[in-house]
């Protein structure tokens, strides 16, 4: 998973500021566009493990973000002192520009659905910075990297936004909740990595097979098809289809010339 977001950061124009552990730090290039963000790389494979021990994990970046005793000092202060070197009024912004991101790998998604006030209650706490909590799994993260090397040339973020755009997967998932494929994982990418923007793929809606066959016939048949999509059931409009205009002033012509004579 850290390669995939890397992918993403680097396409957005981030860069790596800081690292440490399972926590790194990046920082948008743009001098004038000052965003950072927090991730932190979680695994919670262990079977059997508890909902106690996963809240512990994800609470662990908010005390080791102030706490001064952390290696003699706190995430913040480290990384504060890293953006010094650069520019000392960025250091400065760091709290309120901040959002922290939680990948956390699971060994299943099928207890996923009781993690959810768990994981609600983490995004939704006030302190130090916004978070977004994105599970994911060994096999989602495996699907996505072969879409990806099979997409040569391609810019991540428009990878991820062809296969966002399959219709048949998303009824799957919204029928089938958790079904721990690639489409699953990139739509949680889209929801919890704020910048990402969807490029919305406009396909034509395919002409229906009767249209086709309207567009191939000829303008007599045509007419034809017309009175019997209808349910035309006089004979005469029949009869007179098979007449062009020239066909009915021939007639009435030779009709005129009989009946004078």
Not at 138 to 146: A, D, F, I, R, S
Request: with cysteine.
């Amino acid at each position: 998973m850290r390669e995939l977001i890397q992918q993403i950061f680097t396409a957005h124009k981030f860069d790596i500021m800081w690292q440490e552990d399972n926590i790194e730090f990046y920082s948008a290039k743009a001098k004038e566009k000052t965003s950072f963000f927090l991730i932190d790389y979680i695994e919670a494979t262990q079977v059997g493990i508890k909902d106690a021990e996963i809240l512990t994990m994800l609470k662990r970046l908010e005390k080791d973000y102030i706490d001064e005793n952390t290696n003699g000092k706190g995430v913040k202060r480290k990384i504060q002192e890293r953006l010094a070197d650069a520019n000392a009024s960025v250091a400065a912004q760091i709290d309120k520009n901040t959002s922290a991101i939680y990948p956390i790998k699971l060994e299943s998604l099928n207890n996923l659905d009781k993690y959810r006030n768990l994981i609600y209650s983490v995004e939704e706490s006030p302190y130090y910075f916004r978070r977004f909590v994105l599970p994911y799994t060994e096999n989602q993260v495996g699907e996505l990297k072969k879409i990806i090397s099979n997409s040569k040339g391609k810019n991540i973020v428009n990878v991820l936004s062809e296969i966002a755009n399959q219709e048949d997967a998303y009824y799957e998932l919204a029928g089938n909740r958790n079904l721990d494929n690639a489409y699953e994982l990139v739509i949680r990418l889209f929801s919890k990595i704020p910048f990402i923007q969807y490029n919305f793929v406009v396909q034509q809606k395919p002409m229906a097979i009767e249209k086709r066959i309207e567009l191939k016939m000829d303008s007599k048949l045509s007419k034809y098809h017309t009175l019997i999509c209808e349910q035309c059931t006089d004979i005469d409009k029949y009869i007179k289809c098979s007449n062009t205009l020239e066909d009915d002033a021939a007639i009435d012509a030779e009709m005129k010339k009989r009946l004078e004579r």
